[in-house]
């Protein structure tokens, strides 16, 4: 799968995770939340990362 349809996807998730939350649950868990959110930033830099690091490699 392309890195960016990856990226998308979570960015996809984390706008769900606030919409239900804000929706649903009417902002009673914002922390829990911003917890998800959170995990799926940092899972989208890892796979920025690791992108990055093979583009770098197969120009070298």
């Known amino acids: 799968m392309n890195t960016s349809v990856i990226l998308v996807i979570i960015i996809i998730w ?4 606030t919409l239900v939350n804000i929706t649903i649950f009417n902002g009673e868990w914002n ?5 998800l959110s959170s995990i799926l ?3 989208a830099m890892v796979v ?3 992108s990055q690091q093979r583009n770098k490699q197969k120009n070298v």
């Open 48 to 50: 920025f990362g690791i």
């Open 14 to 17: 984390m706008q769900l995770i």
């Open 31 to 35: 922390g829990i939340a911003l917890m």
């Open 41 to 43: 930033f940092f899972l």
